[in-house]
């Protein structure tokens, strides 16, 4: 099966600093999602991505699908951005189901 | 939009017994359902595929008569774990794609359900 990786799996920064994560796979993928998950558990969708650019907020993205790689950047990091970052992907037909990298533990200091 | 439920947050049984754990798509249809499995600070693995109507799919080393999964109507999926065991505990998390109406297979994650087998 795919294979997906996440740089680096720990970060910590000062808060107001800029992050950039990284989520490498190894086949041509149908989906890519970047995921939030919060403390209490709970996946937030951050971006929807097999391919190009997306900015929402301080939050960007680019996916180079080409070379099988994805990356979010956060900017200007404040304390609530913390948790874990999971990128994962989808390589079939549109309806199975995801791999997930084993995520980026981001700490934002104050 | 696109808003996904599971009851409940939270459950504690005893060993042997089972527990049933649902997930509803609240503002869509959803004709593919996912169930993932998520163990303390590991990363989510799926479990299963269940689609609307038809017999779920099981990933590799998933025991399909451990984990019964339902998917009755376009808007509710059930995972009842049978004969739970301690090493059953774990982080339940269920998802769904909007496919009917939306062009994109994003996945929507519903809040997930933490099982503790005592």
């Known amino acids: 099966g795919i294979q997906v990786e996440q740089s680096p799996p720990d970060l910590i920064l000062q808060e107001g600093a800029n992050s950039t994560l990284r989520c490498n796979f190894s086949d041509s993928v149908n989906n890519l999602q970047w995921f939030h998950q919060n403390p209490w558990g709970q996946l937030i969708n951050l971006f929807y991505?097999?391919?190009g650019t997306k900015q929402n907020g301080r939050l960007s993205a680019t996916t180079v699908a080409t070379e099988r790689y994805s990356l979010l950047y956060i900017s200007s990091s404040q304390t609530t951005d913390s948790g874990v970052y999971f990128c994962?992907?989808?390589?079939?037909?549109?309806?199975?189901?995801?791999?997930f990298g084993k995520g980026t533990h981001l700490i934002i200091q104050p | 939009g696109a808003v996904v439920s599971q009851h409940p947050s939270w459950v504690i049984c005893k060993s042997g017994t089972s527990v049933k754990i649902e997930c509803r798509s609240l503002d869509f249809q959803a004709t593919t359902m996912f169930w993932y499995r998520q163990f303390p600070k590991q990363s989510l693995m799926l479990m299963a595929t269940s689609n609307e109507g038809s017999k779920a799919t099981y990933e590799q080393g998933v025991e399909k008569d451990k984990f019964l999964i339902n998917h009755a109507s376009l808007t509710l999926s059930t995972l009842t774990v049978t004969s739970a065991h301690p090493e059953d505990s774990s982080f339940y998390i269920c998802?769904?794609?909007?496919?009917?109406?939306?062009?994109?297979?994003?996945?929507?994650f519903g809040p997930g359900t933490r099982l503790t087998v005592l």
């Open positions: 991505i097999p391919s």
């Open positions: 994962a992907v989808e390589s079939g037909g549109g309806a199975d189901g995801l791999t």
């Open positions: 998802s769904a794609n909007n496919r009917l109406a939306e062009s994109t297979d994003t996945q929507y």
